[in-house]
């Protein structure tokens, strides 16, 4: 006969491994969900050639239907993380999951580009909901530093899976199908992740202290909108144009609102005072700043090679698999050093790399199509960058209590897609308008023919230099895609540098103003009482 402290042995061993197997569950269905926001969002890169060629999206739309998607992905995780907090996280990962699987098909049958951007909207919102809470799943479920950098370690390498896996999906369909073909494979992994989620994931939430804060959430959504807005129209519009000065306001009036809206609310949508905590400020900083410069760069590699070298879709993958694929191939190295190296060393040496493959391919003259002269220094990047992620996620999740992991979670999303986000605004509107403006003084100093001049000057008018290098060249204005392909090699080279400047300047505020371990950052709790 089994005695009573035999069976409460027998009974603890089971809850354990009742625990670790809820653990691992939703470790998986987080990493596979959050796998599946990235393969949206870093789909279109690859695929900017073919638009260009079906399409012929004109000035800032081609910029607009990558940005359709990071949008409501920047607008709304704040959202998103009180939902999760209050609702439930299993319900926005099926959610989620679902809606993206909706714009995909909307994506996968459009005929022009506004129903691309429509499609991309609508995914950008699933993405929205999963990307906070996947990070929340993880960080609530692991409950010792050394789990944590585990759980995170693994995340980010998922993250960044996504980012891989991409390229590769759309290159292949891409080239030997359609465009088209990549967001329905996109959208039928969506459904596999839906029902993955739904069947596995075990559910969590935070709701102490959290209501739906609508004041904060209408004036974040207006104030990030006409910001951004703002920032990819500018090379289109002119900056000096009535509409970007009124969105510029707008967004500097209502961002004011969001912080004087959250200091009185009495459960605000963010935690101001999650600020007070100076490394968490800091890395929230250096998170915009180097998410900035990442996805500026890989903005940059996908219309360099795809849209002015017109090279096929396959190719400008593997330039994706270089940014993207480190953080899978390092992940067993990043996790073993979060556990034992003061994050700041792991953070600022993976921003230097980023910066210094960002001056390289700078360097690189818009004829070099050889894909060997590119994989050192986007190599350098995917490194780099390999190392900042996992390092940005592990310190900010850890400089606040477990208790605000869910808002943690969400505005480190926010910061990062935020970034993420700016990336291809600024970078195409710093490239494209060094382009048009060089292209109209070179195209008047050349010894072209008039007449060739002018239907060159008339296409350039209508869509900028990128229409005037994807023109036959046996046609008028073909006559003056060198001119046009040369100043767009010397645009994008300068977004290199913008990029690269921005890594080496998160890299020095990291080097001289981070300071402790994560081990050792819970400070928030009192501040956060």
Known sequence: MTSPRTKAVVDQRRRLRHADSTRTRTLITSCLAVCLAQIALAMPATLNGLFQESLH???????????????PVTVLE???????????????????????????????????????????????????????????????????PRDRARGIAVWTASLSTGGFVAPVLGGISGTYGS??????????????????CWLLAEDSRSPEGRSLDWGGQITILIGLFALLYAVIQGPTDGWGSPALIGAFVIAAVFLALFVFTERRARTPLLRLDLFRNRAFSIVSLITVVGMFSFLGTAYATSIRIGVIQHQSPLRTSVAFVLLGGFALVLTPLISRLLERANPRWLLSGGLLLMATGDF??????????????????????????????????????????IRYAGMASASTNLLRDFGFTLGPALIGAVALGHAASAFQSHLSASSLDPAVKSAATEVAQAGGPLAVNSVPLDSAPGQ????????LGQGYSLGYVVCGTAALVACLLAVTALRGGWNDTQNAEGALA
């Open 57 to 71: 999206p004109v000035g800032s739309q081609l910029t607009w239907i990558s940005d359709a998607f990071l949008l």
């Open 78 to 144: 704040l959202t998103f993380g009180v939902l999760g907090d209050l609702f439930g996280r299993k319900r926005l990962l099926v959610g989620g999951a679902g809606l993206l699987a909706v714009g995909e098909v909307v994506a996968a049958t459009a005929v022009g580009v506004p129903q691309l951007w429509a499609g991309q909207l609508l995914g950008g919102l699933g993405a929205a909901a999963l990307f906070p809470t996947t990070l929340a799943m993880v960080a609530v479920g692991t409950h010792t």
């Open 179 to 196: 465009w088209k073909l990549s967001f329905v494979i996109v959208a039928a992994l969506a459904v596999i992740t839906a029902l993955v």
């Open 360 to 401: 390289w391919m700078a360097t690189l003259d818009i004829q070099e199509t050889s894909l060997g002269a590119h994989l050192a220094p986007l190599g350098l990047a995917g490194i780099g960058y390999a190392f900042s992620i996992a390092s940005l996620t592990a310190v900010a999740v850890n400089t606040v209590p």
């Open 480 to 487: 003056a895609a060198s001119l046009a392909r040369e100043t």
